[in-house]
């Protein structure tokens, strides 16, 4: 077995140095590097291209997003000229939502994904939902649990809401359709059809079946626990998010996140909200991006934003941070600047920067100013290592963007149909991923029970709401939640405290909607000037006044596909 790794630029020697440094376990597979131009035939030749299984297409990070595309697109149509790979697959990775479509539609061997709007949007829900990202890490891994589709005659007629309680070894997550549409969370309504392949989360493709009889005894729970008429309404939702509302937001850093961030942001925000733009970055380049959004999607409903310079040897000066006023926040970002710094220097900056601001609190406590009693802001990182440096300073909302990037991409090339499930889940224009109390289902003044089983915590969410329970909290390391996913013990009671979550995949209502979380004008991020062109330190500048908006035996899955992962079989089917 071999894997090629292709690269556009660079010497090949420090390549391989580089990637000889990060000490991966290859097993048996052989990596070889090749430097060349993707969109030439005789260079594409080299890399024996046209017998290839798998082509993944990375983007350029070197240039705009726009240009990375533009490159993207003619090293597409190369293949295609030749109808390369003959009998494989291309996963490219766009950068703009926009050319979704155009990439998608350009020759049929390509599987599209996007995956710089799921990082932004994962920062935001994260600091809504502390922990999410850990979550949402943990599902896109090739550790732990996977996804998987088959179709299960057995379960043919049946409501989505007894189908969940017949998968004692995995969580039912959705469906595949006759047509090949994902549907997560289709409603407990829904009633399964011929050709509907159930999508879950279970260890493995041979660890699991739909049973014939439910695993929770739900007779016997109603039974145990009758309510009076009218004792079902859940208590509002008021607990557990944005509890500090100050209508302040503070982003330190500046990349091509941003405009999908501020959108996602603005639909979240349900008050009027200041976001405050911390970066060396030049004003007028700033003002000009956000204009372009405003431009091209309606003004910000909530969201008024300010601009403040600070020179970029002075950026993690902590006169220049005790100016920014961080306590008054309710929602803190850091953003990488890799354009500016490289990905090394962007986290040496991130490091620096928080540990900074924490200084900064005890200095306040210590002369008897009241902080907020948390701080985790929501941190894009680029390396592993910074990971360890920053849960030492107890913080850990981390958003490790490049690795996200690459699992999202290796897991879409292994099965393409995992790229639907990534997008409804991140899109939130169906469902929204939740970390929530349990007591939030349960009718107002209830306590949650002190001993609780994953099934009857399914199945008590299930009388409320339409939520799936995929994960709850399993106590804490180092001061860590630790989760649990697809417990495999779906039965036993366990203890249950006011400490712990669930997570869920909640279906949004049709008037919940929001079309702000469609397709997003993207910032092009042009290479900084030199540091001595920068503007003077702190200088502070509004923005514009914004316009007023305007009014038995399982059925293989048709695309399932095998996936070596080394023993229970030596291999993996259908849906990663």
């Known amino acids: 077995f071999r894997r090629v790794?292709?690269?556009?630029a660079g010497n090949k020697e420090e390549i391989?140095?580089?990637?000889?440094?990060?000490?991966?376990?290859?097993?048996n597979s052989r990596l070889i590097v090749r430097t060349g131009r993707p969109f030439v035939i005789r260079d594409l030749s080299k890399v024996a291209v046209s017998t290839a299984s798998q082509v993944i297409l990375l983007a350029d990070t070197s240039v705009s997003r726009e240009e990375s595309d533009a490159k993207s697109i003619r090293a597409l149509l190369a293949m295609k000229c030749k109808e390369w790979p003959i009998n494989g697959a291309i996963t490219v990775q766009c950068c703009s939502e926009a050319n979704r479509e155009l990439m998608s539609t350009m020759y049929d061997k390509v599987e599209v994904v996007v995956v710089g709007d799921i990082v932004a949007k994962l920062m935001v829900n994260t600091a809504r939902q502390p922990g999410l990202a850990g979550v949402f890490g943990m599902m896109l891994g090739f550790d732990g649990d996977e996804f998987?589709?088959?179709?299960?005659e057995n379960?043919?007629?049946?409501?989505?809401r007894d189908a969940i309680f017949r998968f004692p070894d995995a969580v039912a997550l959705g469906l595949f359709n006759e047509k090949g549409e994902c549907k997560l969370n289709p409603g407990w309504d829904y009633r399964l059809e011929e050709g509907d392949s159930i999508i879950v989360l279970a260890e493995d493709n041979d660890t699991y079946k739909a049973e014939d009889e439910p695993y929770f005894d739900v007779e016997g729970f109603k039974s145990r626990s009758a309510r009076p008429e009218g004792?079902?309404?859940?208590?509002?939702?008021s607990e557990g998010l944005d509890d500090e509302n100050t209508g302040k937001v503070l982003i330190l850093g500046w990349n091509d996140k941003l405009s999908t961030l501020l959108v996602k942001l603005d639909g979240v925000q349900?008050?009027?909200t200041t976001v405050e733009i911390y970066s060396p970055r030049p004003v007028e380049d700033r003002e000009e991006a956000i204009e372009n959004i405003v431009a091209l999607k309606k003004p910000f409903k909530n969201l008024t934003i300010k601009n403040l310079q600070v020179d970029n040897d002075m950026f993690t000066s902590r006169l220049e941070l005790e100016r920014l006023g961080h306590e008054t926040h309710e929602k803190i970002f850091i953003l990488a600047d890799v354009d500016m710094d490289t990905r090394s220097g962007a986290d040496e900056k991130t490091v620096a920067l928080l540990s900074q601001l924490q200084y900064i609190r005890q200095n306040m406590n210590k002369r008897g100013k009241k902080m907020p009693a948390s701080f985790n802001p929501v941190v894009e990182m680029c390396e592993d290592s910074t990971k360890e440096h920053l849960n030492i300073c107890g913080l850990n909302n981390l958003v490790h963007s490049v690795s996200l990037v690459a699992q999202a991409l290796a897991a879409v090339a292994e099965?393409?149909?995992?790229?639907?499930i990534y997008s409804d889940l991140m899109s939130q224009t169906s469902n929204e991923f939740d970390i929530c109390r349990f007591e939030e289902f349960l009718p107002s003044g209830q306590r949650a029970p002190d001993m609780l089983s994953f099934g009857e915590a399914t199945y008590r969410i299930s009388l409320v709401t339409e939520a799936i329970l995929v994960a709850w909290s399993d106590g804490e390391v180092d001061g860590q939640v630790q989760w649990a996913m697809n417990p495999k013990d779906k039965i036993t009671p366990r203890r249950w405290t006011s400490k712990d979550r669930c997570v869920v995949i909640r279906r949004i209502s049709e008037t919940m909607k929001s079309p702000r979380d469609s397709a997003v004008p993207q910032i092009q991020v042009s290479k900084p000037p030199p540091a001595e062109t920068q503007p003077s330190p702190s200088k502070e500048v509004q923005e514009p006044e914004k316009p007023q908006?305007?009014?038995?035996?399982?059925?293989s899955s048709p695309k399932s596909s095998p996936r070596g992962k080394g023993g229970k079989g030596g291999g993996k089917g259908g849906t990663r």
Request: hydrophobic share 30%.
């Open 148 to 152: 998987y589709s088959e179709e299960w």
């Open 415 to 420: 099965e393409p149909k995992v790229n639907a």
């Open 16 to 27: 391989e140095n580089e990637i000889k440094a990060m000490q991966m376990d290859l097993k």
């Open 270 to 272: 349900e008050y009027p």
């Open 549 to 555: 908006e305007e009014a038995k035996k399982p059925k």
């Open 5 to 8: 790794l292709f690269r556009s």
């Open 231 to 237: 004792d079902e309404l859940p208590r509002k939702r």
């Open 155 to 160: 379960l043919k007629g049946m409501t989505f």
